[in-house]
């Protein structure tokens, strides 16, 4: 299995961007993806999660309002929107996917997510 993100780049504060993640070699029946960030010396903190069957989406308080996630079922894509981005966004973003449903409060701890992809670096600066 393995997950290929892309989109990451500079910004504006207050511009948008909008990060890929296509997954191949598994085709989701169920669990999820989604979306993690972490900055140099802090532990990987959640972002956004939409489950597979449902299209139930989740978000951090951080970026509820400001960032849209979204799937593409037939291309087995996950995408995450950023708009209104601040300098406290600037992270590496990973996405990473479930094979499986996770509870709600699995859901933000990366242990819980069985792939992951590179990582893409954002970086919100004027």
């Known amino acids: 299995v393995q997950l290929q993100a892309s989109g990451g780049g500079l910004v504006q504060p207050g511009g948008s961007l909008r990060l890929s993640c296509a997954a191949s070699?598994?085709?989701?029946?169920?669990?999820?993806m989604g979306w993690f960030r972490q900055t140099p010396g802090k532990e990987r903190e959640f972002v956004a999660a939409v489950r597979w069957n449902s299209n139930n989406k989740h978000y951090a308080n951080s970026v509820k309002g400001r960032f849209t996630v979204s799937t593409d079922k037939p291309k087995n894509t996950v995408s995450l929107q950023m708009n209104s981005l601040s300098p406290e966004d600037t992270a590496v973003y990973y996405c990473?996917?479930?094979?499986?449903?996770?509870?709600?409060?699995?859901?933000?701890?990366?242990?819980?997510?069985?792939?992951w992809g590179q990582g893409t670096q954002v970086t919100v600066s004027s």
């Open positions: 070699g598994l085709r989701f029946n169920s669990g999820a």
């Open positions: 990473a996917a479930a094979a499986s449903n996770l509870i709600v409060s699995s859901l933000f701890t990366p242990v819980s997510w069985n792939y």
